[in-house]
């Protein structure tokens, strides 16, 4: 037979129903809901970050090609820089290298051909280029030239140094009279010129 | 007259009605249940569609790694070879023309002076680089150095007997400040004491020596 519960049992038996149902409740929102809301919206972010990630990676690869183009032409110019105008150092045997012999040959026809009598050329170690950067492919060199010549012929020799070279750099320049020629005088330049190390190797 | 005799004990009695307690609350009852089943389905459905996502995009990375760090590589190197082809553009393009100096200079001596020195001095000051080889990838976002100056000064050194020898150097002087010089040149100055009597012993009493410093405007190497 089945057992009537009485009013106040009923009452009991609901309120142990209703703390079993909030327990129930409680339990799945603090052990499941929570923390899969948590893992979800940590994966959203996580998510976004590496779409983000992604994006910026994906625009920097599509950059390769003109990354690449770029590199080329301004390697073929600087090789062509170093290859045209800078100032090689001629090896000798028991010495080592010398840049004052590589920059001999490209003054001596200049003064030759605007009579400026080169008396006197000293040519420093080079130091890098770019700007104290000691992995530069580059460096540059100062000369000081001791000569003899007029006003007419020191202007000469410059402006064909200038034009010969537009990495020549006349950073000195001292004319002071001669007294033993008052038309040819003393003359000392110095010249920074760009010079390559020993291995020319493209950045 | 009432004949009716009720003989069911009132706990026995049946309630025929449709909408009951015990229907509301096996309703509300089966709802809450069906709620909970249905958010938690959700936010389990959600979180597995993230989680796939999210290894989707850890999939694309790895795919993608290798050509962005070669991207990156070559953004640096790039960098640095742009850095070389800029300096040496600085470098030339900030050059002097000796050359037109020097005719302008000569064009603008009067026949009353000589000239017995001329010294153009330039420097190039270049700060140095603060490199630290401990830590490269910290370079590029440190501030960028300051770029090279070209200082220069031309200092002019002559004599002159003229009877109005104070009044030409200063003539001579402030023709460094017009035209073609001004454009290059900042100022002209007759340093004090440098105007004085020539001290030869066989030299005219009319005789002056003069100095006047050009400082050149301050170039840019970049």
């Known amino acids: 037979m089945k057992k009537s519960f009485t009013p106040k049992e009923k009452q009991q038996l609901a309120v142990v129903g209703a703390l079993v149902g909030i327990a129930c409740l409680y339990g799945l929102w603090t052990l499941a809901f929570i923390p899969m809301r948590k893992a979800g919206s940590e994966s959203v972010a996580q998510c976004a970050e590496m779409a983000k990630k992604n994006a910026r990676a994906q625009k920097a690869v599509d950059e390769i090609p003109a990354h690449e183009a770029r590199i080329q032409t301004l390697d073929?110019?600087?090789?062509?820089?170093?290859?045209?105008?800078?100032?090689?150092?001629?090896?000798?045997?028991?010495?080592?290298?010398?840049?004052q012999l590589g920059l001999r040959p490209r003054l001596d026809p200049l003064a030759t051909a605007t009579g400026f009598d080169v008396t006197g050329l000293t040519v420093q170690d080079p130091v890098p280029l770019p700007w104290n950067h000691p992995d530069a492919p580059l460096s540059r060199c100062m000369a000081d030239i001791v000569g003899v010549a007029s006003y007419q012929q020191t202007r000469d020799f410059l402006a064909a140094i200038e034009a010969d070279n537009p990495y020549i750099y006349v950073t000195g320049l001292t004319l002071s009279a001669n007294p033993g020629d008052v038309r040819r005088h003393r003359v000392t330049i110095r010249l920074e010129c760009l010079s390559a190390p020993t291995q020319i190797t493209p950045l | 007259m009432n004949l009716r005799v009720n003989l069911i004990d009132e706990l026995e009695c049946r309630d025929c009605s449709v909408i009951t307690a015990r229907f509301i609350v096996s309703l509300l009852g089966s709802l809450v249940v069906a709620v909970i089943l249905i958010v938690l389905g959700v936010t389990f459905a959600t979180s597995q569609r993230n989680a796939a996502a999210l290894k989707e995009e850890t999939w694309k990375w790895g795919r993608i790694e290798a050509d962005f760090k070669r991207a990156q590589a070559l953004a640096t190197r790039r960098q640095a070879i742009e850095r070389v082809a800029s300096d040496l553009d600085g470098w030339r393009n900030a050059r002097h023309s000796w050359r037109d100096e020097l005719t302008a200079i000569a064009s603008s001596i009067p026949e009353n002076m000589q000239l017995t020195e001329l010294r153009m001095t330039s420097e190039i000051s270049v700060l140095p680089v603060a490199a630290s080889k401990a830590a490269p990838a910290a370079a590029p976002k440190a501030t960028p150095a300051k770029p090279p100056e070209l200082s220069a000064s031309l200092r002019l050194i002559g004599k002159t007997s003229s009877p109005t020898a104070e009044a030409d150097v200063a003539r001579l002087r402030d023709v460094f400040s017009e035209h073609p010089f001004s454009n290059t040149i900042s100022s002209a100055v007759i340093p004090p004491g440098a105007f004085r009597l020539d001290p030869l012993p066989n030299g005219d009493s009319s005789g002056r020596l003069f100095e006047i410093l050009c400082t050149y405007r301050v170039k840019i190497l970049r």
């Open chain 1, 76 to 99: 073929a110019t600087l090789k062509h820089i170093a290859e045209a105008y800078a100032i090689r150092p001629v090896l000798r045997p028991i010495l080592g290298f010398s840049y």
